[in-house]
């Protein structure tokens, strides 16, 4: 069946209407529409490491870490000098500094770091002469000296801690106790139960006749007389328990070592028995 026009006109004037009544719901505004289809459009970027730069990274990072290497290394790295039994050695410092080590002593330096900072550490007797210069620091297990450029004996053996003062200034600290005192020439500190007193040298010489390979003995423990001796000989003592007596007296090194023990006992009524060439024993009579 055929349509006529009029039929045509009215259905077209129905579809304009409907349409006209029809709403589609749009998630977002045109503009938002338009900018989000524009971003879309826009080519994607791409990342791209630059070779160069990734180079120096890399470079810098590896100066850090040898520089932060080279800094440990200089820091901790320990130069030792030790003196054997009957044994006097002369070392010398990098900054000039001299130390003459007694027998049976042994110190400890960071010779890459010397200039940063001037510490050593000592384990028996030395004579120091320091060179001017930054704060010149020696350390033992019991306690610590200062000094910007002076000379000094030091005499550090387990408990037993002495400084004599020849030129210049020292200071002298007691490591357990913090208790500190500043000597000048012809002064000596000694700990006695964490404290340090301060007396007068009479011959201040004496405390450094080691150098010149005598032997003094100043109001010295007996049992510690005898122990130098087999430091200086290089020998072994037996002695009796309980000698308390202090000894005073002085020998050349070159001197017989039987006729040296035997002054030392003949006051306290002591005889020297010799077992061997390197041995010795001391008994009561």
């Known amino acids: 069946m055929r349509m006529s026009n009029a039929n045509y006109k009215n259905l077209d004037n129905d579809s304009s209407e409907l ?28 990342i791209s490491f630059k070779p160069r730069s990734l180079f120096w990274q890399v470079s810098v990072a590896a100066a850090v870490v040898i520089t932060f290497g080279l800094g440990l290394f ?5 130069t030792s000098v030790q003196t054997l039994s009957a ?7 990098p900054d000039g500094s ?3 080590l007694n027998a049976g002593s042994e110190i400890s330096y960071h010779p890459y770091w010397w200039m940063v900072n001037r510490k050593v550490n000592l384990k028996g007797e030395a004579f120091f002469e320091v060179e001017k210069g930054k704060k010149f620091r020696v350390e033992s297990s019991v306690g610590i000296t200062e000094v910007l450029g002076t000379s000094f004996n030091i005499f550090a053996r387990n408990e037993r801690y002495e400084v004599t003062c020849f030129t210049g200034a020292v200071r002298v600290q007691s490591v357990s106790t913090s208790n500190s005192v500043i000597l000048h020439p012809k002064e000596k500190a000694i700990l006695r139960t964490g404290q340090l007193e301060v007396d007068e040298v009479t011959n201040i010489e004496d405390t450094r006749a080691w150098l010149s390979n005598k032997i003094v003995f100043t109001s010295v423990l007996l049992k510690e ?12 003592i037996s002695v009796p328990k309980g000698l308390n007596q202090v000894y005073t007296g002085s020998f050349d090194k070159n001197e017989s070592l039987d006729n040296i023990l035997k002054i030392i006992c003949r006051p306290f009524e002591l005889i020297v028995q010799k077992s061997s060439a390197t041995e010795y024993r001391i008994d009561k009579k």
């Open 19 to 46: 349409f006209s009544m029809l709403r589609v719901p749009w998630p977002k505004a045109k503009s938002e529409i338009w900018e989000d289809t524009l971003v879309k459009m826009k080519p994607r970027s791409v």
């Open 74 to 78: 200089m820091k901790t790295y320990t």
């Open 87 to 93: 044994q006097h050695l002369s070392t010398q410092l």
């Open 98 to 100: 001299s130390i003459d």
């Open 225 to 236: 007389v005898f122990q130098e001796i087999e430091r200086q000989y290089s020998v072994k």
